[in-house]
């Protein structure tokens, strides 16, 4: 990208970022980031103090949601990603939190960790079908790391708890084609419903981050373009409005083919560095020019009119 105006997609310690909303939003304004996407998995629990941190700094936070999606089908086992964006004011407004922070429930939380858990040390563990752990991983060594337990949080327990270092043991521990592997996120007809009803845009984040032909941080946790592919008429019928094409994990022949899918189906083209960290997923490194933006908010605002 020649000109970042808006990075949309990124991550605090809300969810499994590095960062406090805070130290975000400051990291965006010295690297003259105009708008910040803060989007967390599953959560809403940074947004305010990310609002807040964008006054002081002079970056316009704009607020969204990554929302898990899960898929158990014959072909297809695992998750999507879908960016939900939607007007700050709507933080204000008791019953769409209530409805969201419902919706997302049923997605994470502690029941789900400790059924991964239990299915991990059942396939794993020293008395399992395939032994790779020197003893039974604990739900409480996972718990340590947040209060939203993520795959990368998996990861990390099994790293420095458990003492794998190995990237490929990891990846078949937790990894979609794992033996255990239980999909967070919500079921799709959930999040239909709610776009449909709600004032929110959503877009489908980083469709073919999973077929990534180098180094891809996401590429064993997410489908291939073919999966993707696949699914988009029933994602696009659930309500989702855009599609993530400026992205890390995408080849410049992915962003053809994306900006091609935007051009057929009408879709706003958004994109953002999806920041983690410092070092592996930073912050600036993809995003939209001031156009793409303004047609994204745009839309936010008239989904928010609507609601009136």
Known sequence: MAHIF?????????????????????????????????????????????????????????????????????????????????????LKDSGFVTRFKTLLAGGRGERLVRARI????????????????????????????????????????????????????????????????????????????????????AVLAHPAAGSFPGEGHYKEVLPPLEIVTRLLSEVLDAGVKGL???YPGHSPEHQVLLLSWAEK?????????DCHDSAKRPLGTAGVNEQEFKRLRQMVLCEEKKNR
């Not at 975000?24 to 940074?46: N, R």
């Not at 521990?173 to 009803?197: C, H, M, R, T």
């Not at 189906?265 to 560095?273: A, Q």
């Open 6 to 90: 808006a990075d949309l997609h990124n991550h605090t310690t809300a969810s499994d970022g590095d960062f406090s909303p805070g130290d975000l939003v400051a990291l965006a304004a010295g690297m003259g980031i105009k708008v910040l996407g803060v989007t967390d998995h599953d959560t809403l629990d940074g947004l305010e103090a990310a609002l807040d941190a964008g006054k002081i700094q002079g970056v316009e936070v704009f607020p969204g949601v990554e929302i898990s999606v899960r898929f158990k089908r014959a072909f297809f086992t695992g998750t999507l990603h879908v960016l939900t964006y939607f007007s700050s004011a709507m």
């Open 118 to 201: 239990e299915k991990i040390n059942e396939v794993f563990g020293p008395g399992g079908e395939s032994p790779l752990l020197s003893r039974d991983l604990t739900f409480e060594e996972i718990a340590a790391y947040s209060d939203n337990v993520s795959r990368r949080h998996f990861a990390m327990a099994l790293a420095e708890r458990l003492g794998i270092s190995d990237k490929d043991t990891i990846t078949r521990i937790i990894g979609n084609d794992s033996p255990a592997y239980l999909p967070s996120g919500v079921d799709l007809e959930q999040v239909k419903g709610f776009i449909k009803s709600e004032p929110v845009v």
């Open 244 to 246: 993530e094409v400026h």
């Open 265 to 273: 189906y009408d879709l706003l083209v958004t994109g953002g560095s």
